[in-house]
């Protein structure tokens, strides 16, 4: 066996092929024998060749030859052309007064920048996408799942459909046998009648045959007929039948009693994932759990205040809520511990609205004022003031903006605008064909829905009004048939969940509306309310809502989902 070709020889020299390697040329990247180091020098000396041990290979740094002066090379770096250079370079005019750096410092920071990326891709980037497409593999498996419930619901709600008609189709023919055997039975006991008399006539015709017969005149005499019984003829009994009139089937009714899907959509979130660190904090990458609604929501806890009229409630945490009554002052209650502590408001107004930002802090509306303030700590800080404007409801966006519902000095005009601390950012009052969004009147009520998009209950349309983060016209509700109480939708308090519910109180029908983010009606709550009209959600979905029980102004706590 040839040794220079054995795959188990060691590595040769690449001018002879024959010695074994000793030595490396880092110039001109070749594995020389100690015999051929002399050769290889002087084979280019145009090249300054760095010749080291075999294992000491790649150790001498290779400069790049000068692309203006060909026998040079670049040993520094010219920081402000941001090229490498050479001596000649450095003493020409063209860089005179730059500054000159050492090739090497600043191949270097080249590398430790390369090794930072190159770390960063391999523990950062790659392991994110790794999560990233566990989470997308997740999320088909489980909407395979869900699917496949939703079929499944579909066929279990046909055959309950099915059920139905079948009970439909027996009882309505158990009513024509019924039917039918009663005038059977009746037309019976009549031929009865008929057939009895008819006996009666042949015994009568059988009588006067005889006296006919004989020739004894006093028999003929005493013979006489009921021929006038029986000439008043029985009544004749016409049968009346009933009619089958089938209802008449519309596919769009059908569809519209049987039930619809509403829309599925794929929402594009360009924040929806976050950078994988080395070290996850345990809230990172977290998502809420899905939920799912109970069958019948249930009372968890009730807080009765002192107030004579409650409106609004705003959750601070689990166990705390703010409140708004009639009268100036805004107080802080404890599920557990009662009243805890009151603001009142800066100009002694009765504050519109309430609200709690992202960071805890208090925010409220003054209509009287025309201000939106912030209580920081219980001091009171003006943030907004507003011309020809009203305040009437706010609230805290996610990304830590207020959003303020707002209307015209004259009762004409409403709009939506978007703040960043004092700063106007958006203003939102037209659709897309350039017609208002929102009616006039004073009771109107915003939030935020995960998805971003604006939620307002407006009253005086008696609709609840979505528009998308962009203030594009998602949908208007306008409530659900048949309602509760069979009275007209009259939204009051909204807010949204975890699961991009929306939820409205109605205070003529005593109930809590639950839609979905496309403005499919889900169900109602009503669990005992009363004039319903303030809402919150807490971080663990529990709904508060502020109503009147037996005359007195309370906050109920309900649970109305489980983790699926």
């Known amino acids: 066996m040839d040794p220079r070709t054995s795959a188990q020889d060691v590595m040769r020299c690449d001018l002879c092929e024959t010695a074994v390697v000793q030595m490396h040329c880092d110039t001109c990247l070749v594995n020389l024998c100690t015999a051929c180091v002399g050769k290889h020098m002087i084979s280019d000396e145009s090249k300054d060749h760095k010749v080291v041990k ?3 290979r790649k150790s001498t740094p290779l400069c790049p030859g000068c692309t203006t002066h060909s026998k040079e090379r670049c040993e520094m770096y010219c920081n402000q052309c941001d090229i490498p250079v050479c001596v000649y370079c450095i003493t020409s005019d063209q860089h005179l007064g730059h500054k000159i750096l ?73 009513e024509v046998d019924e039917m ?18 008819m006996s009666d006539i042949k015994d009568e015709i059988d009588s006067v045959d005889i006296a006919l017969d004989t020739n004894d005149m006093s028999k003929l005499f005493s013979a006489e007929s009921n021929i006038k019984i029986y000439r008043s003829l029985p009544h004749k009994i016409m049968p009346s039948l009933p009619q089958f009139i089938p209802g008449k089937i519309e596919a769009d009714q059908v569809s519209k009693l049987f039930g619809s899907l509403s829309s599925s959509s794929l929402s594009l979130n360009k924040h929806g994932y976050g950078m994988t660190t080395p070290q996850k904090s345990p809230e990172a990458g977290f998502s809420p ?11 968890v806890t009730t807080i009765v205040t002192g107030y004579r009229s ?33 603001i009142t408001t800066k100009s002694g107004n009765k504050p519109t609205d309430i609200a709690v930002t992202k960071s805890g802090d208090l925010v409220y509306t003054d209509y009287s004022d025309r201000t939106v303030n912030i209580v920081k700590n219980e001091k009171i800080e003006e943030v907004i003031r507003l011309q020809n404007w009203s305040p009437l409801g706010v609230c805290s966006t996610s990304s830590g903006d207020l959003l303020v519902i707002m209307y015209s000095d004259d009762f004409t005009q409403t709009k939506v605008v978007s703040y960043s601390g004092s700063t106007e950012k958006q203003t939102i009052q037209f659709d897309g ?33 979505v528009v ?19 009275k007209s939708f009259n939204p009051r308090g909204i807010t949204t969940d975890s699961q991009s519910h929306i939820l409205t109180a109605d205070s003529y029908n005593n109930c809590v509306h639950i839609i979905d983010q496309d403005g499919q009606f889900l169900r109602y709550i009503d669990c005992g309310l009363s004039e319903p009209w303030g809402l919150c959600i807490d971080t663990n979905d529990n709904l508060f809502v502020a109503h009147t029980k037996n005359k007195t102004e309370v906050i109920i706590k309900i649970k109305y989902m489980y983790i699926k």
Request: aromatic share 8%; proline share 4%.
């Open 54 to 56: 075999f294992q000491s």
């Open 102 to 174: 050492p090739l090497i410092q600043v191949c270097v920071e080249k590398k430790e920048k390369i090794i930072n990326e190159r770390n960063e891709l391999n523990e950062t980037i790659y392991p994110t996408y790794q999560d990233i497409a566990s989470d997308v593999q997740n999320r088909m498996s489980q909407l395979e799942k869900e699917y496949g419930d939703l079929s499944t619901a579909i066929t279990k709600h046909g055959e309950d459909w099915h059920r139905e008609i079948d009970k439909l189709v027996k009882k309505l023919k158990a």
């Open 180 to 197: 039918k055997n009663t005038q059977l039975q009746t037309l019976q006991k009549h031929l009865d009648k008929i057939n009895k008399k």
């Open 289 to 299: 759990p899905v939920k799912q609604l109970l069958d019948e929501p249930e009372t």
């Open 310 to 342: 409650l409106y609004i409630v705003a959750c601070l945490n689990e166990e705390e809520i703010w409140t708004r009554g009639n009268d100036s002052t805004m107080k802080l209650y404890s599920i557990n511990q009662g009243s805890l502590k009151s």
């Open 433 to 465: 064909k350039g017609q208002p969004l929102y009616s006039g009147g004073y009771y109107r009520y915003i939030t935020e829905n995960r998805n971003l998009d604006i939620c307002v209950s407006d009253l005086g349309a008696k609709a609840v009004v």
């Open 468 to 486: 998308n983060q962009a203030g594009k016209l998602r949908f208007r509700y306008t409530g659900h048939t048949p309602a509760p109480k069979n």
